[in-house]
Structures are given as structure tokens and as C-alpha cells.
């Protein structure tokens, strides 16, 4: 039995390499609209809710827009665009690992519900996970990923003592935290979370065999 028996992950950045579609999923929504971002859509603006990063390359807020870049950047990623998500390597053998101990592992996702479940079958994953949680799977939409975690706990009844969160950036840290939850960093993800990053309390993990090997206690 692993030394938390739920683990949630994040998953872009954690479990998958998803930068090389969602960057051109975003150029494609940008030239379907006929508009040039205002900053340089690279591997720095993954992470975010959608809305939020479209906000940011638009440098506006404004409702149409952002509904028309929007849908260019669902049409080109949910169609062909998430084909390019490759995992980490070692992460499958790992979730293989954790799930043959005994861990009930659970995603917890600023990405979108339906791509994320795109994924998780292309991957061949879907069976791993008992619960998959992404803000608009609510409505009213959940507000950000420290709610998601807590909807997720009270739903499934987990004890905050028997769950750990995975991650590759601070604001997955700080989620766990909101939640009075145990975060492993993983630093093989593109987040890659630095030793000045990281708050006192938490763990980091250098690949997915050596978090593995944390929660099995191994």
C-alpha cells in the first residue's frame, strides 16, 4: 500500500508533455482570428485555464474576442491538436507501479475536461484513474484548482490524511497547501520547479520511477 493511499496529479506538465500541441493550438486560434498575440506564445504560457491564457496573448479582455479565439483554439486542439501530447517518459510505468500497490490515483486539471479525457484514452490510461476533475466540469465554473482539489476530496470522501497532490508548479503547491495536503514537486515537468521555488515543507521528485519509489515506499 502506498504511503498515501489517493494521489491526485496534475497532468499538463506532470504526467504529459503537452506544450507542442497546446502552442500550436493556441497560433492556430490567433490565425483563424486574423489577430497576431500580443506576447510570444511559447512553452512559459502553458499551465493556466484556457480563458485566462487567451486573456493574456490577446492583452484583452474582451468577451468576443476571447469567445472567438476560444473556439479556434477547441476546434483545432479537441479535433487533431491533443494526437501530439506525448507522455513523460517512465510516467506510464509509474502509474502501472502505483496503481499494482494499492494507490487510488485521481487527476485533478486546470486543462479542459474533454481533451483531458482524449488523452487519458489515446494514452491508454483512462483505467488508472477512479476520479478526473477539470474546472468547467461544474457550473458555476469552479474558480481555481485549490477549489477543484477540495470539490474532488468531499466528493469522493478522502481524508486529508490519506491523500498527496502532484505537480510541476507553485500554484500546484499552494493548492495542495490550501487543502492541508502533502505536495511532491515533480521537477521533470516543464513547471521545473527550483530549489528557491519551493516552500520548506515540500518534496520534489526527479522522475516518475524516484516518485514511485517516495510513495512506495520503496
Known amino acids: 500500500m502506498p504511503i498515501y493511499r489517493h494521489i491526485l496529479f496534475d497532468l499538463d506538465g ?43 496573448l490577446a492583452g484583452s479582455t ?19 491538436g491533443y494526437l501530439q501530447t506525448a507522455a513523460y517518459a517512465g510516467v506510464g510505468d509509474m502509474l502501472t507501479r502505483l496503481a499494482a500497490g494499492g494507490g487510488r490515483l485521481a487527476i485533478a486539471t486546470n486543462k479542459r475536461l474533454h481533451p483531458t479525457q482524449l488523452i487519458l484514452r489515446h494514452l491508454g490510461w483512462a483505467h488508472h484513474f477512479d476520479a478526473v476533475y477539470a474546472l468547467d466540469m461544474f457550473e458555476p465554473r ?12 468531499a466528493d469522493r470522501g478522502i481524508p486529508h490524511g490519506e491523500a498527496v497532490y502532484v505537480g510541476d508548479r507553485a500554484e500546484d503547491g499552494e493548492s495542495a497547501d490550501a487543502n492541508r495536503l502533502p505536495f511532491i514537486a515533480a521537477t521533470w515537468g516543464y513547471g521545473s520547479l527550483q530549489a528557491g521555488d519551493m516552500a520548506a515543507h515540500w ?4 522522475s516518475p ?5 517516495t510513495l512506495l515506499g520503496a
Open 14 to 56: 506532470t504526467l504529459i508533455d503537452s506544450a507542442p500541441a497546446i502552442l500550436a493550438s493556441y497560433r492556430d486560434a490567433f490565425a483563424a482570428a486574423g489577430r497576431a498575440p500580443a506576447r510570444t506564445i511559447d512553452a512559459s504560457i502553458v499551465g493556466p485555464p484556457l480563458t485566462e491564457t487567451l486573456q493574456m
Open 62 to 80: 474582451d468577451p468576443g474576442l476571447i469567445a472567438t479565439l476560444a473556439a479556434g483554439f477547441k476546434a483545432s486542439y479537441d479535433s487533431t
Open 142 to 153: 469552479l474558480p481555481d484548482k485549490a477549489a477543484m482539489i477540495a470539490r474532488l476530496l
Open 203 to 206: 518534496q520534489a521528485a526527479a
Open 209 to 213: 520511477a524516484a516518485l514511485a519509489d
